[in-house]
T-cell receptor, first 114, second 113 residues
Framework: EAQVTQNPRYLITVTGKKLTVTCSQNMNHEYMSWYRQDPGLGLRQIYY???????DKGDVPEGYKVSRKEKRNFPLILESPSPNQTSLYFC?????????????FGEGSRLTVL | AQSVTQLDSQVPVFEEAPVELRCNYS??????LFWYVQYPNQGLQLLLKYLSGSTLVESINGFEAEFNKSQTSFHLRKPSVHISDTAEYFCAVSENNFNKFYFGSGTKLNVKP
């Protein structure tokens, strides 16, 4: 089954404790991206990657890092989480950046930073 | 950067009634337009999209949206809603390279029996 898989789905952590949210897709997609969803703000793009070793900032990259060492994986790293990073995070992929633009989303990872 | 406005945060409607969810975007440059739907505790799914050609686009479950360049709008409509249409709907815009996507704040459609 074609899918985008995120882990963990739920996480409660404390300020400053480094964490990684993994994202993996099995569709051989070149393009991947991360979003955060907050009430009243919709989805905001954090980072995106057009291909292996190619990443770029979205609208809200502060406090986040990403890497794209393999085509299928695109982890989101919070080096020192803070309470304002409490949010619902979505990973998405697309066949390539010049395709039809359809994004395939994971089921989301709900992060709480205390 | 683009700005996408969905003025209605919630839209209550009775089953079989028509509905319109509004979306306006800011830029006048060439854009690609999308509507995504999010059911509870799930990720977003593409509902329909406008890339080029006919300004009226349709989905397989009866929704349609019309691209209006002069009004920079892409409103979503359905002539008769079902209970199963209850979900949150997001309008999204991408510019000419599909790298960056800008989403509206979402509209929760609540269909009542």
């Amino acid at each position: 089954e074609a899918q985008v898989t995120q882990n963990p789905r739920y996480l409660i952590t404390v300020t400053g404790k480094k964490l990684t949210v993994t994202c993996s897709q099995n569709m051989n997609h070149e393009y991947m991206s991360w979003y955060r969803q907050d009430p009243g703000l919709g989805l905001r793009q954090i980072y995106y990657s057009m291909n292996v070793e190619v990443t770029d900032k979205g609208d809200v990259p502060e406090g986040y890092k990403v890497s794209r060492k393999e085509k299928r994986n695109f982890p989101l790293i919070l080096e020192s989480p803070s309470p304002n990073q409490t949010s619902l995070y979505f990973c998405a992929s697309s066949r390539d950046s010049m395709n039809t633009g359809e994004l395939f989303f994971g089921e989301g990872s709900r992060l709480t930073v205390l | 950067a683009q700005s996408v406005t969905q003025l209605d945060s919630q839209v209550p409607v009775f089953e079989e009634a028509p509905v319109e969810l509004r979306c306006n975007y800011s830029s006048s440059v060439s854009v690609y337009l999308f509507w995504y739907v999010q059911y509870p505790n799930q990720g977003l799914q593409l509902l329909l999209k406008y890339l080029s050609g006919s300004t009226l686009v349709e989905s397989i479950n009866g929704f349609e949206a019309e691209f209006n360049k002069s009004q920079t709008s892409f409103h979503l409509r359905k002539p008769s809603v079902h209970i199963s249409d209850t979900a949150e709907y997001f309008c999204a815009v991408s510019e000419n390279n599909f790298n960056k996507f800008y989403f509206g704040s979402g509209t929760k459609l609540n269909v009542k029996p």
